[in-house]
Nanobody, 128 residues
């Protein structure tokens, strides 16, 4: 079983930056996709950024493209999300998630149901 632990959230002013981390543990060798989602109260979790851990191909939601960067360390044990030029509308709980099976569709159609393992989340709050 894989477990995920996120960290790095916090409260910043608009324009600020944070680095979110996700440390997987357990049987991680079969992880194929890692993802960052976010959720604001009353809404479904929104896919923010995805990475194929083997090809390092990435996807970003239009709302964060150019401001957020998803990456993994050389050992592929930790996932990062560098968030720059934060806006108040980025305020949300940010979650890390993993998927073990290939996905052959458009990555824009990936939803939370496609990811079986989730972390507990880390809160990002952006004030204007």
């Amino acid at each position: 079983q894989v477990q995920l632990v996120e960290s790095g959230g916090g409260s910043v002013q608009a324009g600020g930056s944070l680095t979110l981390s996700c440390a997987p543990s357990g049987y991680t060798s079969n992880i194929l996709f890692m993802a960052w989602f976010r959720r604001t109260p009353g809404k479904e979790r929104e896919g923010v950024a995805f990475i194929n851990v083997r090809t390092e191909n990435t996807y970003y939601a239009n709302s964060v493209k150019g401001r957020f960067t998803i990456s993994q360390d050389d050992t592929k044990n930790t996932l990062y999300l560098q968030v720059n030029n934060l806006k108040p509308e980025d305020t949300a709980m940010y979650y890390c998630a993993v998927r073990f099976n290939p996905f052959y569709g458009n990555w824009a159609s990936l939803r939370e149901a496609h990811f079986p393992i989730w972390g507990q989340g880390t809160q990002v709050t952006v004030s204007s």
